[in-house]
């Protein structure tokens, strides 16, 4: 919320463009085309807006512009159409944390928005930490010009984290001297002039604490919890390899899926649609009995906690249920 409203601030334009099947929270501006229903969803080069919650104002489907993932052409065209209307572009750089932006998608999308004069925000609620303690920007390569973080900042605990370059944070700044005991009236901003940033979960101590610890503990983790998710991958993997049925583990770092499906590649949200969720319903549901908790159709997200005897156990679980399937 406050990255849009500091791209909007900082640029004077009043529209975001978001990506087909990304989450940005549940605010009004990019509660639009997370999960909608394909026949409302419209052309995959220039989708619709489309409504995910009751409540919103059809006001949003005309200001928040929605641009098809993985796909620069089609991006850049949308993007170029409107340059004087769109403040920033927001992306997951890892479409719900796993399905990867390709990386000339990336440098192209980073080039595109430079050349328009529109910010670039990298929403790292899901990928920060868990593709490495630089979260995707760090992988890919690629300086956003706003980065949003969430609960990882706090080691799990509720927290929300913008920042970005200097020259746009500066919207949040006070013109001249605001401090409630300067007495030159002549120095002091008007409200309007600087951006509004506070609020009743602001600035926790205790949790910002904790997310120091965290983030002290997976400086000496983090391989450890990649190896344990790649082992645990490489293990599904095997297991319907054995039983002859097409599917794809997709992800990167500590967070992956699995995607029942036989398509070569899945690059964007109406990909991930043609794959079979009726199967993985029944693989969740399955391994909930014989005690595995999986959030249904959902992302693995591992940890430290994990070890070789989750990764094991979890592994014949899935043997029992892929043999009573398959
Ligand atoms: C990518 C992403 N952005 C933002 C959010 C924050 O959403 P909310 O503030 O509604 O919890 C989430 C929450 O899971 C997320 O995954």
Do not use: W
């Not at 989708?47 to 089609?74: C, Q, R």
């Not at 920033?88 to 990867?100: D, N, T």
């Not at 080691?155 to 913008?162: A, I, K, Q, S, W």
């Amino acid at each position: 919320m406050d990255a849009t409203r500091m791209a909007y601030a900082y640029t004077g334009k009043n529209k975001i463009a978001k990506f087909e099947g990304h989450y940005h929270g549940g605010f009004d501006q990019v509660l639009l085309s997370v999960n909608p229903p394909i026949d409302e969803a419209g052309p995959p080069h220039e989708p619709n807006a489309v409504i995910e919650s009751s409540g919103v104002d059809s006001y949003h489907e005309e200001h928040t512009v929605i641009l098809p993932f993985n796909d620069l052409e089609a991006a850049a065209e949308i993007l170029s159409k409107r340059r004087d209307e769109i403040a920033a572009v927001v992306l997951e750089p890892v479409q719900g944390g796993f399905i990867p932006a390709e990386q000339s998608f990336m440098d192209g999308l980073r080039k595109v928005t430079e050349e328009l004069d529109i910010l670039l925000i990298f929403d790292e609620v899901k990928t920060g930490f868990r593709l490495g303690l630089g979260g995707a920007q760090s992988l890919y390569e690629i300086k956003p010009d706003i980065t949003a973080l969430g609960k990882v900042v706090g080691g799990g605990f509720p927290v929300g984290m913008v920042g970005g370059k200097k020259e746009v944070m500066m919207v949040s700044s006070p013109k001249a001297s605001s401090d409630v005991f300067d007495s030159s009236q002549s120095l002091k901003s008007s409200a309007k002039d600087v951006l509004f940033h506070s609020g009743t979960y602001n600035g926790h101590p205790t949790i910002l604490a904790a997310g120091l610890a965290t983030i002290h503990r997976l400086e000496k983790e983090i391989n450890n919890v990649f190896a344990i998710t790649y082992q645990l991958k490489e293990g599904i993997n095997k297991l319907f390899a054995k039983r002859g049925v097409a599917m794809k583990t997709i992800g990167l770092g500590s967070i992956f899926n699995i995607v029942i499906t036989d398509q070569e590649k899945i690059l964007n949200y109406r990909q991930l649609q043609q794959s079979n969720f009726h199967i993985r319903k029944e693989i969740d549901f399955r391994l909930l009995c014989e005690g595995i908790y999986t959030k249904p159709l959902n992302r693995y997200s591992l940890s430290t906690v994990h070890g070789e005897k989750e990764i094991n156990r979890t592994l014949e679980a899935y043997d029992r249920v892929l043999s009573q399937l398959f």
